[in-house]
């Protein structure tokens, strides 16, 4: 049961065009995600959170939307640089008693190529 | 990544032997987490430990893997009787509260291959 889910396994963009990747999952008690990104032979690293109670969180070049009603969410990266081509995953954090939670359920990430 | 120091990265062992990963966490950080990432497959959660203490261990396959966080120590994950199903990058992240944010990083991974 693939409660995160990211249908492009892969993404190619020119360098200085926009990025977008996106997220849907099927939990409605998701109170909070995240996007990591993955370099080959290293952990992941956190680029950006959103909360349910927001729809929009920006950092930099990162902006990261969130649609509710329609359990989904999409990370922008604008302009993208070929410094960016790495693995992206959204991940989602259940929310727990007292609001405080332990656990990510992560996609299965999407290869993103800038071209130079 | 902040700190967290897996060990080894690389690990090979034929079927039937035993699997040690240690997880040094980010200094002060008490909550350690360990995740698999099976080929083409996201992480999953495994367990989540506080020092001494399993917390959370819903992740994990109930027969030949254990984990524990020790006073002293790192965190150890240890899968017995290894077979090829367990070849993964295994990776430990490490958190200063039991919240799961912005504040937790994860280490470089083990890769480790059953042959």
């Known amino acids: 049961d693939q409660q995160v889910k990211q249908n492009s396994p892969s993404l190619s963009v020119q360098e200085g065009r926009i990025s977008i990747l996106n997220c849907d999952y099927t939990n409605s008690m998701f109170d909070y995600f995240l996007w990591y990104k993955k370099y080959p032979a290293e952990g992941p690293t956190f680029l950006i959170s959103?909360?349910?109670?927001?729809d929009k969180n920006e950092d930099g070049r990162f902006t990261v939307f969130l649609n509710k009603s329609a359990k989904h969410l999409s990370l922008h990266i604008v302009p993208s640089q070929p410094g960016d081509s790495a693995v992206y995953f959204c991940a989602a954090s259940p929310k727990n008693y007292g609001g405080a939670t332990n656990k990510l359920i992560f996609g299965t990430g999407t290869l993103l190529a800038v071209q130079p | 990544n902040a700190g967290v120091m897996q060990n080894p990265r690389h690990l090979v062992r034929r079927r039937g032997q035993e699997a040690r990963l240690r997880c040094s966490p980010v200094k002060g950080h008490s909550h350690v987490y360990w995740y698999r990432q099976l080929p083409e497959e996201g992480l999953k959660f495994m367990v989540y430990?506080?020092?001494?203490?399993?917390?959370?261990e819903s992740g994990m396959p109930k027969e030949r893997f254990s984990a524990e966080f020790p006073k002293e120590g790192p965190s150890i994950l240890r899968i017995q009787q290894v077979v090829r199903g367990d070849s993964a990058a295994y990776f430990c992240?490490?958190?200063?509260?039991?919240?799961?944010?912005?504040?937790?990083?994860f280490g470089q991974g083990t890769r480790l291959t059953v042959v």
């Open positions: 430990l506080q020092k001494e203490n399993i917390i959370d």
């Open positions: 992240a490490s958190s200063p509260t039991a919240v799961f944010n912005t504040e937790a990083f």
């Open positions: 959103i909360s349910s109670i927001k």
